[in-house]
């Protein structure tokens, strides 16, 4: 895999670092992919911050689909020497997390690290969706850094790694991009957006579940002359950690002499991280947990809208939710349940069932979960050898079959 053309160009919405992607393997051959933009948006501020003579970007984005369709991966800009270093681990954790991806040869030249760009020793970003993860980040911050050297500066949202299932808009969606500058206006932080095609490119060649960690890393070494810290919110918890690609093990070894990638989160559960920023008007107002499955903000049906509206309801502020719908839909909730069987957190739906011990307004919520545990607890007595997978792990085990 070969990567050529790095460039950085100035346009009339921005900026922009991008390359140009093409297989070293035969054409027409099993592992040949055919040639590739990749490409990261910026506003026109950062331009300052991006650089064409560094190969630390199109490392950690490219790194993956290398690994997965078995080619060396050979880049013209030099890459960080803490990174040269961490590759044989980073290698080494990728294929034992899927035994599909084989570790491969990185060539790139040798080269001096630039220093840090101005400012860049009080900068620490945060990934920022809107979600209950990233807002948990946020918040946690805010509680414990606001006024010191770790106190969160920016806000990184990056529109271009949401599944898409239609035909998909390279511009940031208004209604998130609005949100997102409230927030980061609300919380006196500085808003990057970011547009990408790093999904769409990457999909065909790799498994995003295990790519995205290493994507989310590609952004912020592009701003890496800016940044000090970034941050990236974690998804579980260090009890249930399973194979994934932004992982508490993973993420910091993309750090640079000069950058620190932190794994931020596992502390806390989805429930405990809800309960921590359900008191947030700006949260309740702007909050986003919907993958991108509908064209909707928040669908209101989806197995991420329905866990996090059940959290909300017996936090006793769903209906002041103004992002997603303020009832529970008992039979949609039995539909996703039924379709995610086998794939979901099953102890965190059980602690949402006992919660509505007391609760003789949400019976028909309360059936469904019943019902859905009653399933679970059937299976499990059916085939006790193995233990239960949920969510990703589960998804992750059927790809390796």
């Known amino acids: 895999m070969r990567v050529s053309d790095i460039a950085v160009v100035s346009h009339a919405d921005g900026c922009e670092l991008r390359a140009w992607v093409e297989s070293e393997a035969d054409l027409g051959g099993e592992e040949w992919f055919a040639p ?26 490219l790194l993956v689909p290398a690994m997965t369709t078995g080619e060396r991966l050979a880049l013209p800009a030099p890459i960080s020497s803490a990174l040269r270093q961490a590759l044989p681990e980073i290698q080494a954790i990728y294929a034992r997390f899927d035994p599909r991806q084989r570790p491969i040869a990185v060539a790139a030249p040798a080269g001096d690290r630039r220093s840090p760009g101005e400012g860049s020793a009080a900068a620490t970003g945060l990934f920022f969706s809107l979600g209950v993860d990233s807002f948990y980040s946020l918040l946690k911050n ?33 209604a998130i991009l609005g949100n997102a500058q409230r927030a980061a206006a609300e919380l006196g932080k500085t808003l990057i957006p970011v547009e990408t095609n790093l999904r769409r490119a990457i999909d065909p060649l790799a498994l995003w579940t295990m790519s995205h960690g290493a994507a989310l890393a590609s952004v912020a070494l592009a701003l890496g002359g800016l940044f000090r810290r970034v941050l990236v919110a974690a998804t579980t918890t260090y009890d249930q950690l399973y194979p994934w690609g932004s992982h508490p093990v993973l993420d910091p070894l993309w750090s640079t002499e000069t950058l620190r990638v932190v794994h931020d989160g596992c502390e806390s559960d989805r429930i405990g991280k809800t309960r921590f920023i359900a008191d947030s008007p700006l949260v309740l107002d702007t909050l986003r947990v919907c993958p991108g499955y509908t064209a909707d903000y928040n669908c209101g049906r989806c197995v991420k809208c329905l866990p996090t509206m059940i959290d909300l309801l017996q936090l006793g502020v769903l209906d002041r939710c103004r992002t997603l719908p303020p009832t529970i839909d008992a039979d949609a909730l039995r539909h996703m349940l039924r379709n995610y069987r086998g794939h979901l957190n099953v102890e965190g739906f059980r602690r949402r069932h006992d919660a509505f011990a007391a609760d003789t307004t949400h019976m028909a919520v309360r059936a469904a979960l019943a019902e859905y545990l009653a399933t679970e607890d059937a299976g499990a007595t059916a085939t006790p050898a193995r233990p239960a997978a949920h969510g990703p792990l589960a998804r992750w085990r059927r790809g390796r079959r």
């Open 36 to 61: 590739f933009p990749l490409w990261l948006r910026f506003p026109a501020w950062c331009r300052d911050y991006l650089n064409p003579d560094d190969g630390d970007p199109f490392l950690a984005a």
């Open 142 to 174: 805010e509680r414990d850094h606001s006024a010191d050297a770790d106190a969160i500066t920016h806000l990184i949202a990056i529109h271009g790694i949401d599944p898409c299932y239609g035909a998909w808009d390279e511009r940031f969606p208004p």
